[in-house]
């Protein structure tokens, strides 16, 4: 995991220009460590404007941000993952480069709608979809560079936030592209894991992993990111289409591709991306759901918010960190949450053995609390969903409870089904029975101490 790192004597004498879907945001710069985020004035004064985040609101008179929320906040638009940090250093011969620099160089596809650029560029041809067609070996060359020095011809630069190592390539149809000018990505390509953590956990089917948790979250109803599980020559990926992305005027021959503004928890919180996990200091539920309190469609968000833990639950799907929650922004102050991502179940790999994950150790990132807390997944009762329920305003947690236990039989057939031909089935079975295992405590009715 990344965190800023300041590097004493480090001088930008120019800034980054913030650029959303062709209308410049601000300016980033940074002078003698200090960090100075200021909005444009066309920008900051028209009824369409959008903050660039929760932590760095418009304000009257526009006054410029400063400190360490405007320095997270452009932080956590890099990979949380110090390795591939030193990649990308490693592939632009910058072995000093920070995040300002990095940004310099991939900052032209990030998350969310914003493009950082350098005073005088613009981003050419918002307005349009401009793209190289690539075949599956180019693609597959794409796909090497994300995890190599040496980067390929045709591999766009890209700054995607995760651990995990990933590219991004623009579809259209069934085509695949490398997109040109201001066209941005639309698909986010991840590549298995393999051993993770320090514990070196063994996660070589990540991508048929994360694939099943997406089926099973969208068949209890929850909004989450579309993906396939694509193969190119012998290269494996989850394709991921990006919800911060909406082509515009469809059909027609004025087609573009218009970058939606979004960020995640550890953004709008004013958080660095090494705070990202609650028990390193980050956010927990209660925060998220202090958040949500004012979106724009709260109610709705925050059962979304709670369900999704619960389903977490089930799923043993143990890396739900602030970041791997967002929130769309809109105009004013208004936003709202994201579909969700990034879901992993730890079914496959709990048990005894070498690179094995031991079931008692195994928690939730984030804590349910009511007298004490409670992040175990053999230590978590229904009722202890009570005291999340209540911070949501949901009343108990009775509701949800019975309607996942509903919709749980019509939710394992209805992937099951789904499942495609050559399919791990006990990567499938492990998930499956631990979600059917895990549900019988859903039939606790007691209420939280």
Request: charge should be negative; proline fraction near 6%.
């Amino acid at each position: 995991m990344s965190s800023p790192k300041k590097r004493r004597g480090a001088r930008h004498p120019d800034p980054l220009v913030a650029w959303c879907n062709g209308q410049m945001v601000g300016e980033w710069s940074v002078r003698e460590g200090e960090h100075r985020f200021q909005y444009a004035e066309a920008w900051a004064t028209s009824a369409s404007a959008t903050p660039l985040s929760l932590s760095l609101p418009l304000t009257a008179g526009n006054t410029a941000h400063t400190g360490p929320a405007v320095r997270d906040w452009f932080d956590n638009l890099l990979p949380d993952s110090d390795t591939i940090r030193q990649r990308w250093r490693a592939s632009v011969r910058q072995p000093e480069a920070d995040a300002f620099d990095l940004l310099t160089l991939f900052g032209s596809d990030c998350a969310g709608a914003i493009q950082m650029l350098a005073p005088g560029s613009t981003p050419d041809g918002v307005d349009r979809i401009e793209a190289t067609l690539l075949d599956d070996a180019a693609i597959g060359r794409v796909i090497d560079a994300a995890t190599t020095i040496d980067r390929a011809g045709d591999a766009p630069r890209v700054a995607i936030a995760g651990a995990q190592e990933k590219t991004a390539l623009l579809r259209r149809g069934d085509d695949w592209f490398c997109p040109l000018g201001a066209t941005p990505t639309t698909h986010i390509l991840k590549l298995p894991l393999g051993l993770v953590g320090n514990m070196q956990a063994d996660m070589p089917q990540s991508v048929e992993n994360e694939w099943l948790c997406s089926r099973v979250m969208t068949a209890f109803g929850l909004p989450t990111a579309h993906c396939d599980i694509a193969t190119f020559g012998e290269r494996k990926v989850l394709a991921v289409q990006r919800f911060d992305r909406a082509l515009q005027n469809a059909g027609t021959d004025a087609e573009w591709i218009a970058r939606l503004p979004q960020e995640d928890f550890c953004q709008a919180l004013g958080l660095p991306g090494a705070q990202k996990y609650e028990a390193d200091g980050g956010p927990g539920m209660r925060d998220i759901l202090r958040v949500l309190d004012a979106s724009a469609n709260a109610l709705a968000d925050k059962t979304a918010f709670v369900k999704a833990q619960m389903v977490f639950w089930l799923l043993a799907a143990t890396d739900g960190h602030a970041k791997n929650f967002s929130i769309f922004l809109e105009r004013g102050d208004s936003y709202r949450l994201t579909p969700f991502y990034d879901v992993l179940s730890a079914w496959p790999i709990i048990g005894g053995g070498a690179h094995q994950l031991a079931k008692q150790k195994a928690k939730l990132a984030m804590a349910l609390r009511a007298k004490s807390a409670h992040w175990g997944l053999v230590d978590i009762q229904a009722r202890h969903w009570d005291g999340v329920a209540k911070l949501a305003g949901l009343g108990d947690a009775r509701a949800l409870c019975d309607e996942l236990l509903q919709q749980l039989p019509g939710v394992l057939r209805t992937v099951e089904a789904e499942l495609p031909e050559g399919f791990p089935p006990a990567l499938a079975q492990a998930i499956f029975d631990g979600v059917t295992t895990t549900a019988q405590r859903l039939h606790d009715t007691e209420i939280a101490e």
